[in-house]
Every structure is written in structure tokens, then in C-alpha cells.
């Protein structure tokens, strides 16, 4: 069974700072990983994923993450932070075959960005 | 286009009451899906339909049922609620199997059980 752990229920950096959100995956076959944003009172929104091919994956709003497959991890980062990035932020795992692509969450993390 | 809806945003129940959340898309996906989303748990998938007229259950299926009688919508249901089902409720939609295709969400609804 796949699982996914991300490390920090809330992450705390000042702007322009750097973002650095964890998350560490299980599944017993190639995963497909997934980033997604939730802004206040909405629904979720793709960052980035992961499929095939180049680990570093770049983003949306300047995001990017790379899969590292010895350390089972795809950390999220962004070199500046910026107010406007403040949300929650899950990391996702994507069962491979099976009749949908079901995907599984891990807890999220708060980012909150201060001045 | 709209994406996907959610009808309503905010409902209160009380114990024992029932009610339908609807979801909507108009992305003509295949594939649409029912979480579930409580604090320091993530979203938790409830049911899903890989097409019009079917159905199967997720990771958290007791308590609701669903239907998918027209592609473009996916119901869920309540037959009688329970303070247990208090939550946020996401419905998504996708465009065809695969793990690696995109799951679209809507905004919620926010359900409270007294």
C-alpha cells in the first residue's frame, strides 16, 4: 500500500525567504507524485507533478520539486517566498494501474509567510 | 467554463438528517471522485466512478452513497448523518485512467452535523 508522510504540519519562513515543504512517500511500485495548493476556503490546485523522466519538476508560481528515488522523498521548494504563497500544501501519491487514478494524500502543511 | 462545482457550500444538519451534496463538471471528464478532508488527515477519497452508471468505494465509503446517473454530475448522499460526518467535502473529476492525469477539484462544501 502506498503512504505518504510529509514531515512540519506548519512551515514558517519570512519573505523572500527559502520555502522547503517535505515529503517522503511509500509504494511498492514506481510512483507518480503529485503537489497541490489550497488556498483559504478553496479547493485544491496543481503545483507540480511527477510521472517519468526528468527528476527536478518545475511549477507553477515558481515552485519546483525533485524526486529522489534512494531517499523516497519529493520535497517541495522555491527560492523566495512570497506573501501571496501562504496556503496548505499536500503531497500526493498515485496508485499505478488499477481502474482510476486514485490518488493518496499525506497531512498537508501550512506555509504561513511573514514580513 | 466553470470546471467543477459543488452545490451547496455550506449545509447544517442535524443527527439522523440526510441530504445530497452535487457535484458538477463540464470538462467532460470520465472520472469523477468523492474525498473527504478533516484537520491533520489530508483528503481522504470516500467513492469514486471511472464512468456514467458506475460506482465503486474509496478508502472511507460507510455511511454515503452515490450516483452517477449523467457523466457531467456526481451525487453524493447522506441517508443519516452523523456528528462523525462533519467535514469539508471535495469532489473531483479527471479525464481518463491513468495515474499521471490531473485531478481537478471544485471549491467544497463545508458540512456540519449538530
Known amino acids: 500500500a502506498q503512504s505518504v508522510t510529509q514531515l512540519g504540519s506548519h512551515v514558517s519562513v519570512s519573505e523572500g525567504a527559502l520555502v522547503l515543504l517535505r515529503c517522503n512517500y511509500s509504494?511498492?511500485?514506481?510512483?507518480?507524485l503529485f503537489w497541490y495548493v489550497q488556498y483559504p476556503n478553496q479547493g485544491l490546485q496543481l503545483l507540480l507533478k511527477y510521472t517519468t523522466g526528468a527528476t527536478l519538476v518545475k511549477g507553477i508560481n515558481g515552485f519546483e520539486a525533485e524526486f529522489k528515488k534512494s531517499e523516497t522523498s519529493f520535497h517541495l521548494t522555491k527560492p523566495s517566498a512570497h506573501m501571496s504563497d501562504a496556503a496548505e500544501y499536500f503531497c500526493a501519491v498515485s496508485e499505478f494501474g488499477g481502474t482510476a487514478s486514485k490518488l493518496t494524500f499525506g497531512t498537508g502543511t501550512r506555509l504561513q509567510v511573514t514580513l | 467554463n466553470a470546471g467543477v462545482t459543488q452545490t451547496p457550500k455550506f449545509r447544517v444538519l442535524k443527527t439522523g438528517q440526510s441530504m445530497t451534496l452535487l457535484c458538477a463538471q463540464d470538462?467532460?471528464?470520465?472520472?469523477m471522485y468523492w474525498y473527504r478532508q478533516d484537520p491533520g488527515m489530508g483528503l481522504r477519497l470516500i467513492h469514486y466512478s471511472v464512468g456514467e452508471g458506475t460506482t465503486a468505494k474509496g478508502e472511507v465509503p460507510d455511511g454515503y452513497n452515490v450516483s452517477r446517473l449523467k457523466k457531467q454530475n456526481f451525487l453524493l448522499g447522506l441517508e443519516s448523518a452523523a456528528p462523525s460526518q462533519t467535514s469539508v467535502y471535495f469532489c473531483?473529476?479527471?479525464?481518463?485512467?491513468?495515474?499521471?492525469?490531473?485531478?481537478?477539484f471544485g471549491p467544497g462544501t463545508r458540512l456540519t452535523v449538530t
Open positions: 473531483a473529476s479527471s479525464y481518463r485512467f491513468g495515474p499521471s492525469y490531473e485531478q481537478y
Open positions: 509504494s511498492s511500485v514506481p510512483p507518480y
Open positions: 470538462m467532460n471528464h470520465e472520472y
